[in-house]
């Protein structure tokens, strides 16, 4: 008996095959869930029915994908291919059914959820806007494996479909129609009716004509391999992401032969999975299931607890966190003094709104949901009130001794400090046992992390009530010990203040770049500090060389003074026009120093394992996780800790004393260096 499956025939003869994966509240694709499956497709062939429609009842979604648990257990490639191999026999047997077969689509199909869906003749998907369609497998350092580059490439044409492969991004039920991925986009209560509809009238299936046909052609694969290889190279080095340029290559060697391009699409998994990149994105991935995990102890998506939120402070960061507040479905009231500041920032809300939600009547339904508020009228009706004002400890004391009175018992009282210690800001409190820090990162829209600070008197319940509340915002809480910096801004100083300190010995600011871009990093430090704002860059370096010492560059405090303070002045260390840096072209017989790498990562490692030796977060693991969703810190190489690890933490530390004999004591190892010769 089926214990994943069950298989209902309705009066019609037509199969109803659910899919409930047991002891779990997603669907997702395991060995045992693909034999029954395998299993279940025999017995319904051998019945010959009218049709076969497969379904899920989960009511958060169709299928998720592979079961990625089973990935670290993958270490021989042949084992891989041949359960690569197993998994395309199934979905190929799926395929060859002789009568019309639906999958049903509902909430998430991702993966190799939408490999079996593309195994089917036909699909039909829920339109509302929580159906996502996608196969984010570049994401995990791999591809398609279950038949799905073949499928989606003969379906879609092969730059829809290579576009959905190398990008790994989902799209909404009506996008997917659009481009010939779903045959009918309808409300939930129309799903079983078109269902029928498709196997009473056996329509032809759906694949890709004219042009798009023309682009899986022989004569045109290779240019335009060439041309997704490049587009792929801006954001993927192959040295560090092999898994796109392994697709673009099987794609335009086998698109023509489908025996081959199945053979070919397992073995290249096979040796993706297996390999370093593939394993590191995994663990990268389960860093991020578990930091999701902290908040849901509130049952926030189900029966989401927090309604309204109030935001004081419309400067970029406030403003931001109140649209998004806004674009994930709450009522937000966002307060300033200053008229011009609130009007700016609900102009940037709409271009937000318009980028995220599309249509008109959800953008103008977020529009509503956002107030401007230069009274403070939603201050004593809030759930959330979280203060985003000046980075400076008197102001947001007077600001929380005026507040404090005026809100709701119960509500969550948050600071989105970058820097400044609870305990100060919790002195002006009359309960400062109930101030939390919500460290947002910007842009807001983009960053997934969200540290979730404690200070000495912070209540437990307090900071995993702002944990719910930040994965209620579809953020990754980090819980962190309230210290100068918190985590990610403490570690990622060192290493942007090193840079500098190499622009003042004469290193283009551009060959810097370069080379933290090479290590991984998604954008270099120079830029960086550029686009954060060299007068945030240097309030923060000043607070944190008041605490754990250290020289902040002189070359920092006199732009800074200049005004030439970044991107949003149009000058820093680079030039800009509009949002665009104007990097000088470096001397061709310039040759950079040979520590440079060197110099920017290590100040990185060993202010990661300082942290670590003092607890400002619970462990390496979250260390981790907190510098990649925070920092954007090479995701292919696992973290800086799981680095160190791979690495030797001896043969660092002792580049770390190299480098304090040639370049001064802020290179000096920590004392924790000592003690990771032991457990890594």
Known sequence: MAQHWKSETDADGIVWLH??????????????????????????????PPGLVILSDKKNGFIAGADVKEFTNLSDTEDAHQLIRRGQGVFDRLAALPFPTVALIHGFCLGGGLELALACRYRVADEDPATRLGLPEIRLGIHPGFGGTLRATRLLGAPAAMDLMLTGRTISARAGKKIGLIDHAVPARHLHTAARSLIAKKPAAHQAKGWQALTNHRLARAALARFLKHKVAAKAPPAHYPAPYALIDLWREHADDAAAMLDGEARSVANLITGDTAQNLVRVFFLQESLKS?????????????????????????????????????????????PQQLARAMQRANGLFKKRLKQPRLVQAAMDRLMPDLAGAGLPRADVVIEAIVENLEAKQGLFRDIEPKMRADAILATNTSSIPLEELGQALQRPERLVGLHFFNPVAKMQLVEIVAGDATNSEEAGRGAAFTRQIGRLPLPVRSAPGFLVNRILMPYLMEAVALVEEGVPAAVIDKAAVDF????????????????????????????????????????????????KSGRGFYEYKGRDAQIPKTAKDYRAPTDLTDRLMLRLLN????????????????????????????????????????????????RLRELADSHGSRFTPDDHWTRLLETL
């Open 19 to 48: 899919f409930d994966k047991a002891a779990t509240g997603t669907n997702t694709l395991s060995g045992e869930v693909l034999t029954e499956l395998d299993e279940l497709l025999q017995e319904i062939a051998a019945g010959a």
């Open 294 to 338: 902290l908040g849901k102890g509130e049952d926030t998506e189900s029966s989401p607890r927090f309604g309204h939120v109030h935001v004081i402070g419309a400067g970029v960061m406030g403003g931001d966190i109140a649209s998004w507040c806004a674009v994930k479905g709450l009522h937000v009231s966002l307060q300033d003094r200053n």
């Open 607 to 654: 202010e990661a394992v300082a942290c670590l030796r003092e607890g400002v977060v619970a462990d390496a693991d979250r260390l981790d996780a907190g510098i990649i969703f925070g920092t954007g810190f090479a995701p292919f190489r696992g973290g800086p800790m799981h680095y160190i690890g791979h690495i030797g933490a001896g043969v660092l530390a002792a």
């Open 520 to 567: 991984g990093m998604p954008m270099g430090p120079v830029l960086l500090a550029d686009t954060v704002g060299l007068d945030i860059c240097l309030s923060v370096a000043e607070k944190l060389s008041t605490h754990f010492g250290g020289a902040v560059p002189a070359r920092l405090r006199g732009l800074v003074e200049s005004g030439d303070i970044g991107r």
